[in-house]
């Protein structure tokens, strides 16, 4: 049986998933990271949880943490990051600029090849250090 919240693919097989393919996964990962975050951090009344998480999960709030995660990407990741940012999305939501986006969406496109790959626990290593120092938003 697949098991889908493992997935354990290989690294080669990724070139079959588009980045922007990528990014839809990882965006759920990203984002489920930050679900348990707030969670795990307690101090947020349930009514404010999602207001928190979206300005986390937003393209602006990605894109400021990629600078922190930058500097810790192996060359593979590095690549993957740069595979997502460098694609050509349909569409720009209003509140984020085009390189906000396209540096929230390269380290969502890093999220769902480290998510695929069964690469947990780089992926929440790197989630960890990104939220380092956070101000709480």
Not at 26 to 39: H, I
Not at 64 to 70: G, S, T
Request: aromatic share 8%; hydrophobic share 40%; charged share 25%.
């Amino acid at each position: 049986m697949e098991n889908y919240l493992h997935p354990n693919m290989e690294a080669h097989d990724l070139g079959q998933i588009s980045a922007l393919g990528l990014a839809h996964c990882g965006d759920a990962v990203f984002e489920l990271l930050v679900r348990t975050w707030l969670c795990r951090h307690g101090g947020v009344r349930a009514d404010d949880l999602h207001r928190r998480t979206v300005a986390f999960v937003s393209a602006g709030a990605q894109s400021r943490r990629v600078e922190k995660l930058l500097p810790l990407l192996t060359e593979e990741e590095l690549a993957w990051y740069k595979h997502g940012r460098n694609s050509h999305p349909h569409g720009i939501p209003k509140n984020a600029s085009p390189t906000e986006y396209a540096r929230a969406t390269g380290l969502e496109t890093l999220f769902g090849a480290l998510w695929l790959t069964g690469q947990e626990a780089r992926a929440n290593e790197l989630f960890v250090r990104s939220m380092e120092d956070d101000d709480g938003i």
